[in-house]
């Protein structure tokens, strides 16, 4: 059986964004790419229907690129339990309640036994100093936290 991972909004968008001026996005954006291409087949892939709606906002064609991309994947809805559990997350200050996307979107891999929850969002998801609040949280809420991680460190971590 492959391992799990829920692929968060900023992996596929970074997938289909036309390549950055900015150094940084640019190294992150090859990096996606190339783990998409090179590594993806080792996974079985899901994506949220949070995902999808945030994945069409903005430039209708590049919407429209990043809805392609998604058919691709394996569709996850948000349930009650979901909703409950990003709940707990903002409650316990894992997640500030101005990112209560990004708990739901923890909160669905969570729910749904995801193994990763790959993103480039560093400021609430990936987040070094939030990461042990997170797993705690969900922990006592009776799941298991997904491994957070980038593309880059999934596919560090495939070749330790």
């Not at 999808?52 to 590049?62: F, L, P, S, V, Y």
């Not at 990936?126 to 298991?144: D, M, P, Q």
Request: proline fraction near 3%.
């Amino acid at each position: 059986m492959l391992p799990k991972v829920y692929i968060e909004t900023s992996v596929v968008s970074y997938l289909t964004a036309w390549p950055s001026r900015e150094k940084t996005v640019l190294e992150n954006q090859t990096i996606t790419k190339e783990w998409w291409r090179t590594c993806r087949e080792r996974f079985e892939l899901f994506a949220s229907d949070l995902v999808e709606t945030e994945a069409m906002r903005g430039d209708r064609q590049a919407a429209e690129e990043r809805l392609d991309m998604l058919a691709t994947i394996t569709g996850l809805t948000t349930t009650e339990a979901a909703q409950r559990l990003a709940k707990t997350l903002i409650r316990a200050g894992a997640i500030p309640e101005v990112a209560a996307d990004d708990a739901l979107h923890v909160a669905i891999a969570a729910v749904n036994g995801m193994d990763y929850l790959v993103t480039w969002n560093l400021r609430h998801i990936n987040n070094e100093t939030k990461l042990s609040e997170i797993s705690e949280a969900c922990r006592l809420a009776g799941f298991e936290s997904p491994i957070i991680c980038s593309p880059r460190e999934l596919k560090e971590k495939e070749h330790v």
